[in-house]
């Protein structure tokens, strides 16, 4: 079936670092990927989405390239702030009754520089 | 802006009782869908509901079940806790692709 893999467990840098999420998918046909945030005591959030080959997704200073011939959708910030402390999702849409199919998780942790 | 309220946010039961959580959405979606978060925040999906048909994730144990009044109702009920229970349990609601979720409902089964 359909799946997601995602850098495992957390990141922990220092503010302003750049940060990198690594998400690589396996699916049948071609599937929209998503990045979801879910920060703490909420739901998870739509971040964005692509639907095609070399789509850039963005938002609030996050940003991923749909690419099909890796099939990845690494998840991207120029300058990583406290604020952005939240675990994130990357996710595909799923043959299963339109739910998504979501990676492990990844805990990202700022630091004071 | 929630859209997606769920309750209650927290229970604590013990093994074998009866649980229930509720899940009511305003954005007129048409599909509602159940997600399980365990301790090591991953997200597995249980249930999806549309339009009366039910599609049930195989894996999911029989003592769960979905019920609804309407389409904006999706409850989840849990016939006879097991601790293995224990996890944060999502509603969510979706259009196309994107899903918009609630708060959740953490069970702690002791």
């Known amino acids: 079936g359909d799946s997601v893999t995602q850098t495992e467990g957390q990141v922990a840098l220092s503010e302003e670092d750049f940060l990198t999420i690594h998400c690589n998918y396996s699916a049948s046909g071609y599937p929209t990927l998503f990045w979801y945030v879910q920060y703490p005591g909420e739901g998870p959030q739509l971040l964005f989405r692509?639907?095609?080959?070399?789509e850039k997704g963005s938002s609030r200073g996050f940003e991923a390239t749909y690419d099909k011939g890796t099939t990845s959708f690494h998840l991207r910030k120029a300058s990583v702030q406290e604020s952005d402390s939240a675990v994130y999702y990357c996710a595909l849409s799923d043959s299963f009754a339109s739910a998504l199919t979501f990676g492990s998780g990844t805990k990202v942790i700022p630091c004071l520089p | 802006e929630t859209a997606v309220f769920q309750t209650p946010n927290y229970h604590v039961t013990q093994v074998g009782n009866e649980v229930s959580f509720n899940c009511k959405q305003t954005l007129g979606h048409d599909t509602m869908y159940w997600y399980k978060q365990d301790s090591k925040k991953l997200l597995k999906i249980m249930f999806s509901?549309?339009?009366?048909?039910?599609?049930v994730n195989e894996t999911v144990p029989r003592r769960f079940s979905p019920q609804s009044s309407d389409k904006a109702h999706l409850n989840l009920r849990i016939k006879s806790v097991e601790p293995e229970d224990s996890a944060v349990y999502l509603c969510?609601?979706?259009?196309?692709?994107?899903?918009?979720f609630g708060e959740g409902s953490r069970l702690i089964v002791v």
């Open positions: 969510a609601t979706g259009a196309g692709n994107t899903l918009y």
């Open positions: 509901y549309n339009n009366k048909q039910l599609i």
């Open positions: 692509a639907s095609r080959d070399k």
